[in-house]
Structure formats: structure tokens, C-alpha cells
């Protein structure tokens, strides 16, 4: 793992393989270890870039509250920390929302979108309330009531049922977490942009990812960023849930290197 001060944050990331550049961004409450598939999947045939989000895994907290927009610039300063002029993006739920943002406002640096697990649009009232609490929670409690609350969105019916083992990982990567990254993470997805309007603007080739189970972002937010995004191509990976690359990575890595080979 290297580590590098981006915007007063020390960012941990990894940069492996050579070809052509994909950055996977992680989801929340997670960290850059969800990838270890496709990191080792991807990088015999591309570049693979996986790093921690600040306040997550191995990555320090910002001077600044996380925000998406903080996650943008994080982003566009680690690639061109690594002279990556574009890359393909890859973010899954959270990821996904800050792939909206970075897109947003460095277009030219993305190659080609994967969707995963995501939606476009921004939080509820409600929404926006539970995450307050969340962050509460977790600044008052740590990890452990988010490890509760969270593994049974995350994970879909049949992960929870058959596969005790990446139920544990999901876990281990949750008390990774600092309570407060993890609070500010809260408080950024509670006030990002709504990215409904952005989808039809996207110009560049798209692939939209979901579990047949994902309870957080269902296939019907998938289907919704389909209709608006011009070229964009849907894929459902039966028996997985919101961490689709997890719970079915074979089948995940395959839908998205068949994406990526007609990009080439
Ligand atoms: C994620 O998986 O990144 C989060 O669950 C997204 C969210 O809470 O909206």
C-alpha cells in the first residue's frame, strides 16, 4: 500500500498492472480491500487503481469534512499524482455517487463509467435524517452498532444465508473505519447533488451494475440511470446484493471485462 498527501489528507492507495487505466472507488462503510478481487483479477490486462477515501481504511481524515466534492478532488489529484490523464470509473454506492460528482466537474478524465450498486438521485428528508443519526451513533459508539445496522443492507439474502465468510470480511473492513470518517462520510452523502439531471449528459460509454437482492439501491434505480444515460448498457448479477463485486465476483469481474474489452 503507498500513501500520498493529496489536499492536506494522506490518501492510501494501490496502483498495479499496466494498459489501460480503471480506478474502482469504494462503498460505505467499507475501504479499498473490497477490490482485492478485481485488483487481482484486472491487473494481469490494465492499470488498477484502488485507494481509501479519507477517513476510511488507511487513509487519514482531511483538514476539511469529507464531502463528495472533497472526494472528487481527491481523486483528480491522485491521477494526476500518477500522470493518468483519463481512466475508466468504477464506484459502487457510495463510489457511484462520487463518480456523479467527479464526472460533474473533471469530464474529461473519465474514459468510460461502471455504475455499480448506486442511484442518482439525492437523499430524502428522511434519508438525510437517518444518516444524522448514523453519525451520532457512530461518533458516540464507534463501529460496532454500524457493523449492525449495515450488514443487513449491504448483503444480499443469499450472502447472508450462505457465505458466513464475506459477511466476516465486510465486518473487518466496518472496524477499520475512524467513527469520524465515517460520520463525515454520512454528513457528505446527506448533502450531495442530486445527479438525475447530470445522467443525460453523460457522454461517455456506461455500464449500470446491480444485485438481483440489493435492498439499498435496488434494480429499479438501475433501470431509471439506464433510461437516461445514452449509451449505457444495464447488466443484473442474480444472487448478489449491494456489494455485487463481493458476492459474486466471478460474475462481476467477467460482466465488467466484457465492458471494458469493447472499449479497447
Ligand atoms: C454505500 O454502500 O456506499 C452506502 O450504503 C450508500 C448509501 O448509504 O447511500
Not at 5 to 17: F, H, S, V
Not at 208 to 214: F, K, L, Q, R
Amino acid at each position: 500500500m503507498k500513501k500520498l498527501k493529496i489536499n492536506n489528507t494522506e490518501l492510501a492507495y494501490r496502483d498495479e498492472g499496466s494498459g489501460q487505466p480503471i480506478v474502482f472507488l469504494h462503498a460505505f462503510p467499507l475501504n479499498q480491500t473490497m477490490w482485492n478481487d478485481q485488483v487481482a483479477a484486472f491487473s494481469s490486462s490494465h492499470r488498477v487503481i484502488t485507494f481509501d477515501w479519507r477517513g476510511f481504511g488507511a487513509s487519514s481524515l482531511g483538514s476539511e469534512p469529507s464531502s463528495l466534492a472533497s472526494f472528487a478532488d481527491d481523486l483528480a489529484g491522485l491521477l494526476d499524482h500518477l500522470q493518468i490523464k483519463s481512466a475508466a470509473i468504477c464506484g459502487l454506492s457510495m463510489g457511484g455517487y462520487a463518480a456523479f460528482g467527479f464526472y460533474r466537474k473533471y469530464p474529461d478524465k473519465v474514459a468510460a463509467l461502471v455504475l455499480c450498486d448506486t442511484r442518482a438521485s439525492a437523499d430524502t428528508e428522511e434519508g438525510k435524517q437517518s444518516r444524522h443519526e448514523m453519525a451520532s451513533l457512530a461518533r458516540q459508539q464507534g463501529t460496532p452498532p454500524i457493523i449492525e445496522a449495515m450488514i443487513p443492507r449491504l448483503l444480499g439474502e443469499t450472502t447472508l444465508r450462505t457465505k458466513p465468510q464475506t459477511a466476516e470480511r465486510v465486518k473487518e473492513m466496518i472496524r477499520a473505519a475512524q467513527p469520524e470518517g465515517i460520520a463525515q462520510a454520512l454528513f457528505g452523502m446527506a448533502q450531495r447533488d442530486d445527479s438525475t439531471e447530470l445522467l443525460s449528459k453523460i457522454t461517455c460509454p456506461t455500464l449500470i451494475i446491480v444485485g438481483d437482492e440489493d435492498k439499498l439501491t435496488p434494480p429499479s434505480d438501475a433501470e431509471k440511470m439506464h433510461l437516461s444515460i445514452a449509451f449505457s448498457q444495464l447488466r443484473v448479477i442474480n444472487h448478489a446484493g449491494h456489494l455485487a463485486n463481493l458476492e459474486e465476483p466471478s460474475v462481476f469481474n467477467q460482466t465488467v471485462r466484457d465492458f471494458l474489452k469493447q472499449l479497447s
